[in-house]
């Protein structure tokens, strides 16, 4: 059956991607960037009244990709994140959009790269960032949308690179956690079309990496709600000068937490 659906950001890399597989599926798209590109509407999402509300009249989905996605950005650049998809829920509700799928991230929950411990959808998040608070903040957005009546998936998505052919490898930064963060292309488009045909979802917050070998990411709320069913994995490779760099940086997390709380507790 098709579908219709609005995709903001269609002009980046991921976007670019999904309306490659969506048009191949023969579903009907209406898209957005604020960059100029063939078959992309140009629309500023920080216009909350802008023209490109009206297209989320009927849509069966709006898959909200557009951010300024460099983690180490500014706050301004995270606040404009927060407007862009505040604007983004209150038009999909409006013009009875039927579902908002969030582009969130990873860097949500970067604070448990070195924890040790099963990341699960529902822990405490982590952020280390302003890109990551911003994520977060969509999130926390979307679950009040859904209690308003629209139903809310944040796909938590993992390391989808823009380079051609997005392989995996050393290259990636932060070592093992990093490459165990890979998305494939293929994961990713079947990712997203699972998250437009599944029924019977309110509200939720699933993680989307591919099926990598050893890999800290809980996949099983995101299997299970959607029928998100993974096709690729990569297993990390790690040289000792990898391995040190991520003892090196182990120990620099470590000792700014230690500082942090020996602020907080000396009220400077």
């Not at 979307?142 to 995996?168: E, F, K």
Request: hydrophobic content about 45%; some cysteine.
């Amino acid at each position: 059956m098709s579908k219709t659906v609005v995709i903001t950001g269609a002009a980046g890399s991921i976007g670019r991607k999904l309306r490659a597989h969506m048009a191949g599926l023969g579903w009907s798209l209406r898209l957005f960037d604020i960059a100029a590109d063939a078959g992309v509407a140009t629309a500023d999402l920080l216009e909350a009244e802008g023209a490109w509300t009206a297209a989320c009249a009927g849509a069966d989905a709006v898959i909200h990709l557009a951010a300024h996605p460099w983690p180490p950005g500014s706050w301004t650049e995270a606040r404009m994140n927060m407007d862009m998809t505040a604007n983004v829920l209150r038009a999909a509700r409006e013009h009875g959009a039927r579902r908002v799928i969030l582009a969130s991230s990873h860097w949500i929950m970067v604070g448990y790269r070195f924890a040790g411990v099963r990341i699960t959808p529902d822990m405490e998040p982590a952020p280390l960032n302003p890109y990551g608070v911003s994520k977060l903040a969509g999130e926390r957005m979307g679950r009040d949308a859904a209690a308003q009546g629209l139903s809310v998936i944040a796909l938590r998505i993992g390391w989808n690179q823009p380079t051609p052919g997005n392989l995996p490898g050393p290259h990636m930064i932060m070592g093992t956690y990093g490459q165990q963060l890979w998305l494939s292309d293929r994961d990713l488009c079947h990712g997203f079309e699972r998250a437009v045909l599944a029924e019977g979802i309110d509200f939720a917050v699933l993680n989307l990496m591919s099926d990598n070998p050893g890999m800290k990411w809980d996949l099983g709320p995101t299997k299970r709600m959607i029928g998100y069913a993974p096709r690729d994995g990569w297993t990390a490779v790690v040289d000792d000068e990898k391995r040190r760099q991520e003892e090196m940086a182990s120990r620099s997390r470590e000792l700014a937490a230690a500082l942090e709380l020996n602020v907080m507790q000396s009220g400077w």
